[in-house]
């Protein structure tokens, strides 16, 4: 998407109509004969001949020219992805179009077109992310492939559909698991499984969700798996205007040692920050708390609060059970906050989805066990630091560290803060039975919107800076990852509407400056001669190209006393370019001219010093350019 499409889409979280750059659109547009491009605007539609939104491979599209009216239909069905020249009444219009229907996203059909991370001072690279590791590593956090092992190490098994189908498995080929190195991966090929029992014991990296997997439903987990992938732009930044208000995920795997007591993938127990990194507030003793309204008390474990004859402990959730708003008391520091104002921060960057110009949701975790690798700040700050070997590979929660366990989660859905799936984990977070299947529901909702996960890493340790100062310890840094996907539409009634712009490279005449800037660029090559050029086609002749001259021009040769030893002319007006052939439109008009280094009386000159006097007598300008040639000697033994 263009820069103007990217602020649109920052301003109102959505560009309806996403403009590409040149060469990065949904359709191919190719020019190959730049003197015929009219000036122009074009729009082409899409006819779907399916019954659902997916494109189907008979449909075909219509090209209508909004300057001139004239229409040009697709001669082929877009199942065949076929190059059609637009072909006008008076011949060809100088450009191409082609429109493939492609097939989803899956682990038989490699839809990865390319992944980047371009940093903005490329001298500083300063984050890069943990690589996937295979095995019973604990960096296999990419369950890509078709592994199986037997019982003793099945929590090593690669993601698949179903645990019962040995030929589910969601990344067959392995085609998704070294994105940026292994660093980023879709959702539904993270891991989601703790070992345990007779396996390894250290803790494998699990940025998925375990809750969502058991005890919900029959159908396949999750659902959002590698067909709903999209060409997405993260951008980290250190403008604050252009961050995400984001869900904080705790990556704790033990509720008595999380902030909180916060569970795994529901979000961190702690108060909101700020874009500036202040925390929200609790409410103010003369506050009254509203009905069907979620609070969560912050405190020791001799905090409380009290209202009526209710008291709540705090690290829990409650609603209060009158219908009119009620007075509370708070004891020994306990706060009460708004589960609203609990479980989120701002993640310093943002998110664009190429194909459809949204801005989307993001979610980063944090481990808040891991205190001393910056879990349990509430700020997307990875560390440097793989493992903790001060911890010994024996203690099981402590060893492990994956900088602080920040992971992002690039969600399908448009931006809103954070405030749908917030309230879906707030119901999740204060489940107590018997409403836990219900509330692992929720959370499954959640994490089926998942699309990507990155896995962060300092590549050395950093001083982060305060979120008031743009929290980044480096420049900008802007990773894009681009995938096919099949054409879809909204509806199965609707069409598509794709246009494009050819004004801009329409040809022009008339720009006498332009022109004679060009000048500049004419040359004599070789420049020097060393008795050689490709441009001679056998042992006796000898050739050298006058490159880049106006569409008229005078060429004069002299010797560097001044003697005129040669006049060559090119006049390119009158010429037809009105033909349909590519081959004969770009052998029309030649803006270069072969010299075979004789004199006026084709005799060969000597090796030396010459001038190339170069007017253009429709633009009044003049060029010199100075040649050396050193002639090769005659071998006779050719004759």
């Avoid at 077109?113 to 001298?123: C, K, V, W």
């Avoid at 099949?486 to 801009?504: L, V």
């Avoid at 002319?569 to 803006?591: A, E, L, W």
């Amino acid at each position: 998407m263009t820069a103007a499409s990217v602020q649109n889409a920052l301003s109102n979280n959505y560009d309806d109509q996403p403009t590409y750059t040149g060469g990065k659109g949904p359709i191919d547009v190719r020019i190959f004969d730049p003197l015929k491009i009219p000036n122009a605007q074009f729009q082409l539609e899409v006819f779907n001949n399916a019954a659902d939104s997916t494109l189907a491979n008979s449909s075909k599209w219509i090209l209508r020219n909004l300057t001139s009216g004239e229409t040009y239909r697709g001669e082929t069905e877009v199942g065949q992805g076929y190059e059609q020249v637009i072909m006008g009444t008076e011949g060809s219009l100088g450009f191409s179009v082609t429109m493939a229907q492609r097939p989803y996203p899956s682990g038989t059909n490699n839809a990865l077109l390319s992944a980047t991370a371009t940093f903005a001072d490329p001298q500083d690279v300063w984050i890069a992310g943990v690589p996937d590791g295979e095995g019973s590593l604990y960096t296999n956090w990419i369950r890509s492939g078709n592994s199986a092992p037997d019982e003793s190490q099945a929590s090593y098994t690669d993601n698949r559909a179903s645990s019962n189908d040995e030929n589910s498995f969601y990344d067959l080929n392995s085609y998704y698991e070294t994105i940026l190195g292994g660093t980023v991966a879709p959702y539904c090929l993270t891991n989601n499984k703790e070992p345990g029992g007779a396996e390894q014991v250290l803790p494998a990296m699990a940025p998925a969700c375990k809750d969502c997997t058991t005890g919900v439903v029959q159908s396949k987990d999750p659902l959002n798996t590698l067909s709903n992938l999209s060409s997405v732009d993260l951008v980290l930044t250190n403008d604050p205007s252009q961050w995400t208000r984001a869900i904080v995920v705790e990556m704790g795997r033990a509720t008595t040692l999380t902030v909180g007591g916060a569970r795994k993938n529901a979000y961190r127990l702690s108060p909101s920050l700020n874009v500036d990194g202040s925390q929200e507030q609790p409410l103010a003793d003369s506050d009254l708390l509203q009905p069907d309204v979620s609070y969560f008390v912050v405190g020791t474990s001799a905090g409380e609060i009290t209202y009526g004859t209710t008291s709540v402990n705090a690290g829990k959730f409650f609603k209060i059970t009158s219908t009119t708003p009620i007075g509370f008391t708070a004891v020994n520091g306990a706060k009460v906050y708004p589960a609203s104002r609990i479980g989120r921060s701002y993640f310093p960057g943002y998110a664009i989805n190429q194909a459809t110009g949204e801005r989307m949701n993001i979610m980063f975790a944090e481990n808040s066990f891991f205190e001393s690798d910056n879990g349990s700040d509430m700020t997307w700050n990875p560390t440097a630091r793989m493992v903790n070997e001060a911890a010994g590979s024996g203690n099981w929660g402590n060893f492990v560290r994956a900088g602080g366990e920040h992971y992002v989660y690039i969600m399908n859905s448009r931006y809103d803060e954070g405030a749908t799936d917030h309230a879906l984990l707030t119901d999740y977070a204060s489940a107590t039975n018997p409403n836990w299947a219900a509330a692992r529901a929720k959370i499954r909702t959640v994490y089926n919107k998942a699309m990507w996960v990155y896995a962060p890493l300092l590549t050395a340790e950093r001083t982060w800076k305060p979120m008031s100062q743009g929290l980044l310890p480096g420049a900008n840094v802007t990773v894009k990852i681009r995938t096919e996907q099949p054409y879809r539409q909204e509806g199965a009634s609707t069409s598509n509407i794709y246009e494009f712009d050819m004004s801009n490279y329409a040809p022009k005449t008339g720009l006498t400056d332009t022109a004679k800037s060009a000048m500049d660029l004419i040359r004599i090559v070789p420049n020097p001669y060393y008795a050689f050029s490709t441009y001679e086609a056998d042992p006796i002749t000898n050739r050298v190209r006058i490159t880049n001259l106006p569409p008229r021009a005078n060429i004069s040769i002299f010797t560097t006393d001044g003697t005129l030893v040669r006049t060559l002319r090119v006049d390119n007006f009158g010429q037809d370019t009105s033909s349909g052939n590519d081959v004969d439109s770009k052998t029309n008009f030649i803006n270069s001219i072969d010299w075979d280094i004789t004199n006026y009386k084709n005799i060969p000159l000597a090796s030396g010093m010459y001038l190339i006097h170069i007017s253009a007598p429709d633009l009044g300008e003049e060029r010199t350019l100075k040649w050396l040639c050193i002639k090769r000697p005659i071998d006779l033994d050719i004759f």
